[in-house]
């Protein structure tokens, strides 16, 4: 089993920015797909990034130009950097790794933007 654990969110103004982290409890440098997804109050859960292995990136149309996915291999963590951030950003954040030994979901971690 691998466990993932997001951290980052919180309370941000409009126009704000935040970096959210999801530290795995073991290495990731063999994920086939990494990717963030969050659920609004009384929405479905969303994709917002990918990456599956060979480079493919797939944003949602919402996260295109302000939302970037990166990872380091080090410390076993894939990050979410969140610019320019808006009300209709306020969702739980949740993590999702693919890694040879199965496929994982974090918890996910508040993000509220006031406007």
């Known amino acids: 089993q691998v466990q993932l654990v997001e951290s980052g969110g919180g309370l941000v103004q409009a126009g704000g920015s935040l970096r959210l982290s999801c530290a795995a409890s073991?290495?990731?440098?063999?994920?086939?797909?990494m990717g963030w997804y969050r659920r609004a109050p009384g929405k479905q859960r969303e994709l917002v990034v990918s990456?599956?292995?060979?480079?493919?990136?797939e944003y949602a149309d919402s996260a295109k130009g302000r939302f970037a996915i990166s990872k380091d291999n080090a410390k076993n963590t894939v990050y979410l950097q969140m610019n320019n951030l808006q009300p209709d950003d306020t969702a739980v954040y949740s993590c999702?790794?693919?890694?040879?030994?199965?496929?994982?979901w974090g918890r996910g971690t508040q993000v509220t933007v006031s406007s």
């Open positions: 999702r790794l693919t890694l040879p030994l199965g496929d994982f």
């Open positions: 073991r290495s990731i440098l063999a994920s086939r797909f």
């Open positions: 990456v599956a292995s060979g480079g493919y990136t």
